[in-house]
């Protein structure tokens, strides 16, 4: 059923996001018939900006244009989005600084805005875990933590999701998906740009900040929590947060590319890691004595998000009798190519008993021909759906700055150089996985 009667607030409109995702994703959702033109699509900003200067910034089918208005500032702003329409609820998008969150909630409260509204919030979700727990309790005065969607973009990948359904609708995986089989987990994020015109912003972040604690870590908690019993929000995130208590970070080393310095807003002396390899386990009886091993940087030579599963080696016995039967390993790819790839051993064909690494693939785009929605397009479906599985908890980002508290601590990064993978400083065997790249090709 089509969302209507909806305000959609857009604060920030005249900056980049809105231009970019938010209403290209919002004119989708109208030709997927999934907003009627019984909603209002309010832009506010700084810039002063007419309706209809605004509307002609964006593509779309006239019917959507249409829907959209703009409003200067926030003042009389849900006066402005009542008299546009029958308005029944509203949904706002803060595309602004975080350190403007708390004003904002308020000013919206002041304005009028109360139980029919949710708010989204984009990322960083605080600095550490003090200040994501001040965010907290600052948003939390004046809306319902029901009523807060806190975006953690990754887990509208089509891909990430899949993850969930990999494990919990086959029954081959689960009884092998602990500690007892599976050797190590790796999980690699790299990307070829540098920090380039957002250093400033990267500056006062660094990858942990950036990738770690929020992405990658959601990545994780989806491979290793235990099964729910329902798809229900609360349940999704309460196994997700089970994980989180029981992470423990051991190891991590933490490193720059020769010429971030250079880069505009970075200043002279910055230790601002750029790349970080971690090493941590997941204390609880599946997991137990094995380790995650994560890997994420900037300026890399190449971009991929990819997750491996590492499973222990047979023993060496029958064909294995020298140990160069390689284990088992499923890989998931999340990007660029969406896939999941079984690694097994085989026989080659009319040799003696002589094995081979072959793959099992599963390629996305060629089993299903469709388009595979963008992130933005699921994820401000769900809010107005006021489905929150996709979004994360108060919780969740507070336990997650707690457990990365150590590696956030500022020291001096080792260098390396752009454009390629530097060797693991934890001794880490990493997986080759551009090798495994082929299987949508
Ligand atoms: C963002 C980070 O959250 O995620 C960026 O701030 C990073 O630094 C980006 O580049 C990666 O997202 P994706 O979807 O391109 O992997």
């Not at 050797?183 to 070829?192: G, L, T």
């Not at 400033?200 to 908690?221: E, P, T, W």
């Not at 994560?294 to 222990?312: A, D, P, S, V, W």
């Not at 051993?345 to 599963?362: A, E, H």
Request: hydrophobic content about 35%; aromatic content about 10%; glycine content about 6%.
């Amino acid at each position: 059923m089509a969302v209507t009667n909806t305000g959609i607030i857009i604060l920030g409109a005249s900056g980049d996001l809105a231009k970019r995702k938010l209403i290209p994703a919002l004119a989708r959702l109208y030709e997927k018939k999934e907003i009627d033109a019984s909603c209002v699509i309010l832009g506010s900003g700084r810039t002063p900006l007419s309706s209809d200067e605004f509307r002609h910034r964006f593509k779309g089918p006239q019917e959507f244009l249409s829907m959209l208005h703009y409003h200067t500032g926030m003042d009389g702003i849900k006066n402005a989005v009542d008299s546009l329409g029958d308005i029944r609820k509203y949904i706002v998008f803060f595309s602004l600084p975080p350190s403007v969150y708390g004003a904002t909630a308020k000013k919206l409260s002041e304005e009028g805005f109360s139980d029919q509204t949710s708010i989204i919030v984009e990322k960083p979700f605080g600095y550490d875990y003090e200040t994501a727990r001040n965010l907290n309790r600052e948003l939390q005065k004046y809306f319902d933590e029901l009523q807060i969607f806190r975006i953690d973009h990754y887990l509208a990948k089509e891909a990430v999701q899949n993850i969930l359904v990999f494990r919990f609708a086959n029954s081959i995986f689960e009884p092998v998906w602990n500690s007892r089989y599976i050797e190590s987990i790796q999980i690699n994020a790299i990307e070829d740009i540098g920090a380039e015109d957002r250093a400033a912003y990267f500056d006062s972040s660094g990858i942990v900040r950036d990738m770690v604690q929020n992405h990658l870590s959601q990545l994780l908690c989806l491979l290793t929590m235990e099964p729910p019993v329902s798809l229900d929000a609360e349940d999704i995130r309460k196994h997700k947060m089970d994980v989180l208590k029981a992470l423990s970070v051991s190891r991590w080393a933490k490193k720059q590319y020769r010429g971030y310095l250079d880069e505009k807003g970075v200043p002279a002396d910055s230790t601002t890691e750029t790349y970080a390899e971690i090493e941590l386990f997941i204390e609880n009886f599946r997991w137990k004595d094995m380790p995650v091993h994560i890997r994420t940087g900037k300026n890399l030579g190449r971009k991929g998000t990819e997750i491996g599963i590492q499973f222990k080696p047979i023993p060496k016995l029958l064909y294995n009798k020298t140990g160069s039967v390689p284990p088992n390993r499923i890989i998931f790819s999340i990007q660029p190519d969406e896939s999941i790839i079984m690694e097994l051993s085989s026989k080659i064909p009319g040799s003696d008993n002589r094995l081979t690494s072959t793959n099992m693939s599963f390629c996305y785009h060629s089993a299903f021909q469709v388009e595979i929605p963008e992130a933005y397009q699921r994820l401000l479906l769900d809010a107005l759906k006021g489905d929150r599985t996709l979004f994360v908890s108060a919780q969740e980002t507070e336990i997650s700055w707690q457990k990365y508290a150590p590696v956030l601590v500022s020291e001096k990064p080792g260098l390396y150089d752009p454009g390629s993978l530097p060797s693991s400083a934890l001794g880490v065997n990493w997986i080759d996985f551009e090798n495994y790249g082929g299987a949508c090709t």
